[in-house]
Nanobody
Framework: QVQLVESGGGLVQPGGSLRLSCAAS????????MGWYRRAPGKQRELVAT???????NYTDSVKGRFTISSDNAKNTVFLQMNSLNVDDTAVYYC????????????????WGQGTQVTVSS
């Protein structure tokens, strides 16, 4: 019904930058909000950033001032610009979309991407 395709992960040195992208496609009626979560080795998944209706943003404290979330609403795509990366940012990053399907326009569902690895290492 819905596919989330992520791209942009990789290996970067401390202090470097990466840009993640996630495009949602399928039988979408309306996207409520999109976001990024991450799971570091041995830790639980945590919220990184979300964006609602392409305007309102929310960040976890550890990335404020370094990461920026944005979206292209026409393309149902969300981006995460990550600057000043450090080793603690190493994780698998997952895209999340909360959206309504064409078949059930009044119900908001959660969809997840397959994850993209971000490794910060010298």
């Amino acid at each position: 019904q819905v596919q989330l395709v992520e791209s942009g992960g990789g290996l970067v040195q401390p202090g470097g930058s990466l840009r993640l992208s996630c495009a949602a496609s399928g039988m979408i009626f309306r996207v409520s909000d999109m976001g990024w979560y991450r799971r570091a080795p041995g830790k639980q998944r945590e919220l990184v950033a979300t964006i609602t209706r392409g305007v309102n943003t929310n960040y976890t404290d550890s990335v404020k001032g370094r990461f920026t979330i944005s979206s292209d609403n026409a393309k149902n795509t969300v981006f995460l610009q990550m600057n000043s990366l450090n080793v603690d940012d190493t994780a698998v990053y997952y895209c999340n979309a909360r959206l309504a399907l064409l078949s059930t326009p009044l119900i908001i569902n959660d969809f997840w991407g397959q994850g993209t690895q971000v490794t910060v290492s010298s």
